[in-house]
């Protein structure tokens, strides 16, 4: 059965400052997916990673995938009060086509 | 694109009730999936549908649940004899067609559902 598991759930952090959000998954699969929440609202996609070594990036996030390791990354460089956020990473279980298993997701907060 | 639609977006009710959500999802999109959100926890996966077709259902769904798409277009969501534990966000999410299904997922902004 499929579990992922991010780590740190939850993350206080200063501006201009770089960290890295963690997901690993306990069995093979071939998609993982990058979200971001914002509190009351709605789920907004930001990577989807498809094979080992694949490197995504958009302004102060970078996404990276090892599938081998069965581990994800976020990296957050140069922190701004704009990407405090809830993150969660999502992958999908090769027992389906449809279904993905999400991490707890984690709370970021960054102080100015 | 004026994205996923949800309604209501709360929804109180007492125990033992009957309630239904709808979703609208982005009109060129076939698939459609429903997750429920807990505080605190990710997404989890309730149901999925391509075209009006029910491809795939948690096995951790009670049978008091059930989802329609009769047309491929809009769905619903209906919890029977509703319980304390079925309080949540309820989620509709909608992707591209495609042979791939590594589309990314569009959301709603859900419906919260409390239970008296």
């Known amino acids: 059965e499929l579990k992922v598991e991010q780590n740190p759930l939850f993350l206080s952090m200063q501006e201009e400052k770089n960290y890295t959000i963690y997901c690993n998954y306990s069995t093979t699969s071939d998609r993982l997916y990058w979200y971001r929440q914002d509190p009351g609202k709605s789920l907004e996609s930001l990577f989807v990673?498809?094979?080992n070594g694949a490197v995504k990036q958009e302004g102060r996030l970078m996404a990276s995938l090892d599938t081998k390791a069965r581990l994800s990354t976020l990296h957050i460089t140069a922190a701004v009060h704009d990407l405090s956020a809830t993150y969660f990473c999502a992958v999908g279980s090769m027992d389906s086509n449809y279904q993905l298993i999400w991490g707890a997701g984690t709370k970021l907060i960054i102080k100015p | 694109d004026t994205g996923v639609s949800q309604d209501p977006r709360h929804k109180i009710t007492k125990r033992g009730q009957n309630v239904t959500f709808r979703c609208d999802p982005i009109?060129?999109?076939?698939?459609l999936y429903w997750y429920r959100q807990t505080l605190g926890q990710g997404p989890e996966f309730l149901t999925y549908?391509?075209?009006?077709?029910?491809?795939?259902k948690s096995r951790l769904l009670s049978d008091r649940f059930s989802a329609e798409r009769p047309k491929g277009s809009f769905s619903t969501l209906e919890i029977q004899r509703t319980e304390q534990g079925d309080s949540a966000m309820y989620l509709c999410?909608?992707?591209?067609?495609?042979?791939?299904?590594?589309?990314?997922?569009?959301f709603g902004d859900g419906t919260r559902l409390s239970i008296l």
């Open positions: 999410a909608s992707s591209l067609a495609g042979g791939r299904v590594n589309q990314p997922q569009h």
């Open positions: 549908f391509q075209n009006e077709a029910q491809l795939e």
């Open positions: 990673l498809l094979s």
């Open positions: 009109s060129e999109h076939n698939r």
